[in-house]
């Protein structure tokens, strides 16, 4: 199966699958409020701390590990760097829930708010599964069997959906709503690691002694399980910190809180909707960049980095009109909350460095780069902990975004230029012009024509032939400018070959044909 033939199905499971959380998301902000959805997402940011802390660098590594050991034809290696893998994580996982569960009390007073910490513990359970889990997907990605990592992160994706729904809203207790909303995610992860663990099984999966695996992998892992971490802390830190700055800055506890619910639980789902696209872009690119990069192809890595970020761009400058046009709508559309609608609009411009720090990471990542990219992302944090400390009395609940901004933008320069440093050259600078001006003049032209509908139409009906409008005007105008081509699109998924690739098999066949010897009568 060819390259985009794979991304695309890969495309189309992450869309789906994003799409049903966000359709979870949006039920959960009805059924938990802004105050309590602020509860679920901290609970949710510090459990994140250490399920990174346990397997978040061995996936990326063992993917690569396995990528080099089909390289070298060694099925042993990949075999033992595979079982190293599971047991770094399982025995991480265990330590890590009997010390926190053992330390509960001292532990749950980082917590603004108690709630917080009964829904981090009883996600913390399935801690140990889910680590596991990640590992075993990251040897699917490794193998490229896109289709099963695929469809497992789907299954849990539905499985926590049904149960979440099940218990709140047809189930009728005293257990508290954001109590159950910690239980589905905990029988989801469940799930996911029984399916998982029977499809290595039954494809031939095996665990083999360790020896000479474990160093590499914990090497290799390391600076990607700091950057990780580091990020998961610098989330939770935040989780904290922003709340307490904005009750600094005059907030009542219960209005911070829901600040930050806005914030994290309906503004930033709705900016990470292109990742739902860049990661099915890096999770088939990532093999791929291993081999070629160890395998000393300049040309072809070259040529897959420009692919990759002519990509990034292009859905980039697709959703940023959208959301300076729409954003609002969205808001209250989506989650009946006119200040996240107009958060996601005026930090719509956060989507070009937010997606160039995700593809570029990865591609630097799956290049041995991980200290570097280390170090990118502490810069990048320091900075906007430094905005969430200094910028909430001036801007409120922007004053994390506008950190946000800070972060991506330097994260991705820094990117871009070792990207460059590694492949010799970007060639993506044309692509980066023209969809800058196609996007300013397309988010100039949404506005305008919002402002102008409102006066003669509903809310809701002038932002959906906005909508429609801008999707067609976007269509044309990357079309007309050669940023891309659907006929040659879909000439990679349905296109049959040409005559000339057809020639030498036709040609082939006459010849043996001619000198078959002739039947006897």
Not at 495 to 518: Q, T, V, Y
Request: proline letters at 3%.
């Amino acid at each position: 199966m060819n390259l985009y033939k794979t991304t695309a199905i890969v495309t189309i499971f992450t869309v789906f699958e994003h799409a049903l959380g966000f359709v979870y998301r949006i039920i959960l902000s009805r059924t938990l409020g802004p105050e309590g959805l602020g509860v679920y997402q901290a609970g949710l940011t510090v459990f994140a701390v250490f399920l990174t802390i346990a397997s978040s660098g061995l996936p990326i590594t063992l993917s690569r590990t396995i990528s080099k050991h089909r390289a070298r034809g060694s099925r042993r290696g990949e075999q033992a760097a595979t079982t190293g893998a599971i047991l770094i994580t399982a025995v991480t996982g265990m330590v890590l829930t009997f010390a926190l569960f053992a330390l509960r009390k001292p532990f749950s007073r980082i917590f603004s708010d108690p709630r917080c910490a009964d829904v981090f513990y009883i996600i913390l359970v399935g801690l140990t599964f889910t680590s596991v889990y990640a590992v075993i997907r990251g040897s699917f990605w490794g193998n490229k069997r896109f289709f099963a990592y695929s469809l497992i992160e789907l299954i849990e994706e539905i499985v926590m959906i049904i149960v979440g729904v099940v218990l709140l809203v047809f189930l009728h207790s005293d257990i508290a709503d954001v109590n159950l909303a910690a239980a589905a995610v905990l029988i989801s992860y469940l799930c996911s690691f029984a399916i998982a663990a029977a499809y290595f099984f039954a494809k031939g999966g095996r665990l083999r002694s360790p020896r000479g695996e474990l160093r590499p992998l914990i090497r290799s892992s390391m600076p990607i399980t700091t950057m990780r971490t580091a990020s998961s802390l610098v989330g939770s830190l935040v989780s904290v910190l922003f709340p307490m700055r904005l009750m600094v800055a005059g907030m009542s506890a219960a209005r911070a809180m829901s600040a930050y619910g806005v914030v994290g639980g309906m503004v930033m789902p709705i900016l990470m909707i292109p990742n739902t696209l860049i990661s099915s872009i890096a999770l088939v690119l990532v093999p791929e960049l291993s081999e070629c990069y160890y395998k000393g192809r300049r040309e072809k890595l070259s040529a897959l980095v420009k692919k990759a970020l002519d990509a990034t761009l292009l859905i980039a400058a697709a959703l940023i009109p959208l959301f300076v046009a729409c954003g609002e709508g969205v808001g209250i559309f989506l989650f009946g909350n006119a200040e996240s609608g107009r958060l996601i609009e005026s930090s719509a411009l956060i989507l070009l460095p937010m997606s160039l720090t995700m593809v570029t990471t990865s591609m630097l990542n799956s290049m041995g780069c991980e200290r570097q990219t280390l170090l990118f992302f502490l810069g990048g944090a320091a900075c906007m902990l430094l905005c969430v400390w200094i910028l909430p009395a001036y801007l409120g609940s922007g004053a994390l975004l506008v950190g946000m901004a800070c972060e991506y933008t330097l994260t991705a320069v820094c990117s871009l230029l070792l990207l460059r440093k590694k492949t010799g050259k970007l060639r993506a600078g044309r692509s980066f012009l023209l969809l800058s001006a196609v996007t300013f003049l397309l988010s100039m032209a949404g506005m305008g024509l919002r402002a102008l509908l409102m006066i003669w139409l509903d809310y809701i009906y002038a932002h959906l032939i906005v909508l429609f409008v801008l999707l067609g005007a976007e269509g044309i105008a990357f079309h007309l400018l050669k940023l891309f081509d659907f006929r040659a699109l879909l000439r990679k998924f349905f296109g049959k070959r040409d005559r000339a690739a057809k020639a030498p098999a036709s040609a082939k066949r006459h010849k043996e044909k001619n000198l078959a010897p002739s039947p006897q009568k």
